[in-house]
């Protein structure tokens, strides 16, 4: 079993409305999560770094939440744009080891 | 500042061959990871460099190798290269590669075993 699940596998939103990820992971010691956005045929682009002690983390559009004792994880992502259709990934680092999640498919639609 | 480069961008070999992967990290960065990336696998962790030295390594065969130079390049050999081996090699560096450092993904390589 995976240690870090995402879901949904897949969404699919219209231009501008809003929208949550999940990721949930059972990865333990936990050093910290991390938020990726990858377009179709590029690299990973982090989004988020988010330690134990951090429950919410920003940036622009994007927010992710971190609640360490249920080891759950969000992605909210607001106003959404044409530009935010990608895979979004869900890391989980333990110390030395990074754990992947499988990843969100995002369509955003006019 | 230019981003992380990887060459080549795209690559074909067959099955037993050996294939070299080149990644520049951003200047200044001193921490460079490898990772794997395939539909049904999703993105796996390789290894890591920092100062030449490897730091960490991820539950891969022998046959995938790496080392990192002074300049802080890196390169990625795979030998005897298997059908599963195709995937999207995508390397990441850092500034020092500890765990809060944000990491600059380059375009990757494909690689198709045929």
């Known amino acids: ?110 | 500042k230019a981003g992380v480069t990887q060459t080549p961008r795209y690559l074909i070999k067959t099955r037993g061959q050996q294939v070299t992967l080149s990644c520049s990290p951003i200047s200044g960065h001193r921490s460079v990871s490898w990772y794997q990336q395939t539909p049904g696998q999703g993105l796996q962790f390789l290894f890591e460099y920092f100062s030449e030295t490897q730091r960490n390594k991820g539950n891969f065969p022998g046959r995938f190798s790496g080392r990192q130079f002074s300049n802080s390049r890196s390169e990625m050999n795979v030998s005897t290269l298997e059908l599963g081996d195709s995937a999207l090699y995508l390397c990441a560096s850092s500034v020092t590669g500890t765990s809060t450092d944000t990491q600059y993904f380059g375009p990757g390589t494909r690689l198709t075993v045929l």
């Open chain 1, 1 to 110: 079993k995976n240690q870090v699940e995402q879901s949904p596998q897949s969404l699919i939103i219209l231009e501008g409305k809003n929208c949550t990820l999940q990721c949930n992971y059972t990865v333990s010691p936990f050093s910290n999560l991390r938020w990726y956005k990858q377009d179709t045929g590029r690299g990973p682009v982090s989004l988020t770094i988010m330690t134990f002690s951090e429950n919410t983390k920003s940036n622009g559009r994007y927010t992710a939440t971190l609640d360490a004792d249920t080891k759950q994880s969000s992605l909210h992502i607001t106003a959404s744009q044409l530009s935010d259709s990608a895979s979004y990934i869900c890391v989980v680092l333990n110390n030395n080891d990074m754990r992947f999640g499988a990843g969100t498919r995002l369509t955003v639609k006019p």
